[in-house]
Structures are given as structure tokens and as C-alpha cells.
């Protein structure tokens, strides 16, 4: 899977790049993330293989803004993508990293610290993605079962989204516990 597939599934509509960055920063960031350089370079290679067109249309805001569309083959390459087996890639978590090399600190208070802030930036992230998934249901009474097909996809990946973050929290919570109470034992 490439930056490229997701891109193509989000451009259902036109949108320009910047629009795509906003995208990705407010509705699957539970998942996927990229840089403006990374989008942009995508666009670039994706319209040059002929499978988005690209138009300028003018803007209130500034200058003429790029507006992209899948073309027939950019959805044929993503309708393929998508009736692939499911891609299981290897994870890399990179505070579970951090964390597996904090013991060579030998400062349990900075784990302590590390762990507390780590468990705040979850809870930021699930409260983003619980305010999404309130509009969402506000919107629609039987959300998510009645949502149109694509919409309610989108609405399974949030679930996703909102279970681990919820798992994350509870792990940062007893794993907080499990050092308060290792320290106070070394510590009498």
C-alpha cells in the first residue's frame, strides 16, 4: 500500500492539495499520515501516469488553486487496490521504541513523565476523534448503518480509530500504575 492508494480514495470529489492535506489531518490521521511535500509529489507522479487530471480554478483566498480528479484508470487502479487480500503491514510505534530503551535512563520519574504525557496526547487524539464521530451521528439518526456505502466504510475505520485509542489509554493507565507501584516498593 503507497501514499498513492490513499490519496485516490480520498479524492471522490475534486480537491486540491491543500484540501487533501486537511483531509488527512482531520479524518484518517487515526491511520495515515502525510506531509504537504509527500501529497504534492504523489499529485505530481499520479497526474503525469495518467491517473488524475489536474484544472486551475481561482480562489477568493490567493492565487489559483490546482484541482485534482481521478481519471478512469486512477479508479480502475484503485478499485483493484481495494479488491486486494488484506494488507497487514509491520507496525512501528514509535513512542512503544522510545519506551523500550528508557530503562538505559534509569529514571523511573522520567518514565513516569514520559508515560503521563503520552497517555494526555491519546486522550487529545480520542477526543478529536469522538467530537468527529458526534457530528457524524448528529447528522444522522441511524448513523452509522444508514450511511451511504462509502460513508459508512469511512465510519468503520473511525470505530477503529476511537477502539484503540481507547485500548491505548487503558494500557498507558495500568502500565502508570504498575511503575507507582514498583517505585514506591523499591522506595519504602
Not at 24 to 43: C, N, P, T
Not at 95 to 106: H, K, N, P, T, Y
Not at 129 to 148: A, C, E, H, R, T
Request: charged share 25%; with cysteine; glycine share 4%.
Amino acid at each position: 500500500m503507497s501514499l498513492d492508494h490513499i490519496i485516490l480514495g480520498l479524492l471522490r470529489e475534486p480537491l486540491s492539495g491543500y484540501e487533501l492535506k486537511t483531509h488527512f489531518d482531520k479524518m484518517i490521521s487515526h491511520f495515515w499520515a502525510a506531509e504537504q511535500s509527500q501529497i504534492y509529489r504523489s499529485l505530481k507522479k499520479l497526474e503525469q501516469e495518467g491517473m488524475l487530471n489536474c484544472a486551475e480554478a481561482s480562489s477568493s483566498k490567493g492565487p489559483t488553486r490546482k484541482i485534482y480528479s481521478l481519471t478512469a484508470k486512477g479508479r480502475a487502479f484503485l478499485h483493484q487496490w481495494l479488491r486486494d487480500e488484506p494488507l497487514i503491514d509491520k507496525v512501528r510505534v514509535n513512542f512503544v521504541a522510545q519506551l523500550c530503551f528508557m530503562g538505559d535512563l534509569e529514571d523511573p520519574q522520567q518514565t513516569l513523565s514520559f508515560l503521563e504525557q503520552l497517555q494526555l496526547k491519546q486522550r487529545q487524539s480520542l477526543g478529536m476523534l469522538k467530537s468527529i464521530d458526534y457530528v457524524f451521528g448528529q447528522s444522522n439518526p441511524n448513523y452509522p448503518d444508514s450511511l451511504p456505502w462509502r460513508d459508512y466504510h469511512f465510519a468503520l475505520t473511525l470505530d477503529m480509530g476511537i477502539s484503540a485509542l481507547e485500548s491505548r489509554i487503558e494500557w498507558c493507565e495500568r502500565t502508570i500504575t504498575r511503575l507507582k507501584r514498583r517505585v514506591a516498593e523499591e522506595n519504602p
